[in-house]
């Protein structure tokens, strides 16, 4: 696993062997950055909720975000997203929470304009962690929420003000980009 494209383009990152942890394949990472640049999201303020490996965050970092808070519950996860800061070189734009995601909407307290969630595949409770982001006050106005998730998965439409906009797939990872109704796409 390696970024992708930017500052970074070819850096590898540390990914804990836990059998828990999937880290999104380049491919999925690719296609999610490129549906974001098409539709001009603003990604400077960034969280990775479920971060894992922190690749998500790291990306984005990587292609210009100005910070990243990343959340993980598993220690080993946190401290392989740190080992991966300092790897980049991005340790000082970034911050890693060790906090189950549910505490975190409730802890944090900035805007992000984009937010990054990568639950277990088995985690049912996807789809109402999307609906305690969206109406959050995480999200402002030209926030947009990625959600990846496996076929069983199955998100509405609508969370709160939020409208899924796109729906990506690369074999059992599926891909939904949520925007504020009447924003960009």
């Not at 690749?55 to 990243?68: H, N, Q």
């Not at 808070?69 to 734009?93: Q, W, Y």
């Not at 304009?113 to 109402?128: G, I």
């Not at 006050?137 to 998100?155: A, F, R």
Request: charged fraction near 25%; proline fraction near 4%; hydrophobic fraction near 35%.
């Amino acid at each position: 696993m390696r970024v992708i494209a930017g500052e970074a383009k070819g850096r590898s990152l540390k990914c804990p062997k836990e059998p828990q942890i999937r880290p999104t394949a380049d491919m999925v990472r690719g296609a999610i950055f490129s549906a974001l640049e098409s539709s001009a999201t603003d990604w400077s303020r960034t969280l990775d909720l479920y971060a894992g490996t922190g690749a998500l965050g790291i990306e984005a970092l990587s292609r210009g975000a100005e910070e990243v808070d990343f959340v993980d519950r598993n220690p080993r996860c946190c401290s392989a997203i740190r080992d991966n800061l300092k790897h980049t070189g991005f340790l000082e734009r970034a911050k890693v929470y060790r906090l189950e995601t549910g505490k975190a909407l409730r802890t944090l307290k900035k805007q992000y304009s984009l937010v990054f969630l990568d639950p277990p595949y088995a985690d049912e409770s996807a789809s109402n962690i999307l609906a305690e982001i969206a109406n959050s006050d995480l999200v402002g106005n030209q926030t947009t929420i990625v959600m990846e998730h496996s076929q069983k998965i199955k998100p509405e439409a609508h969370y709160g003000n939020f409208t899924m906009t796109n729906n990506l797939h690369h074999g059992d990872t599926y891909v939904s980009i949520f925007q504020r109704e009447g924003e960009k796409n």
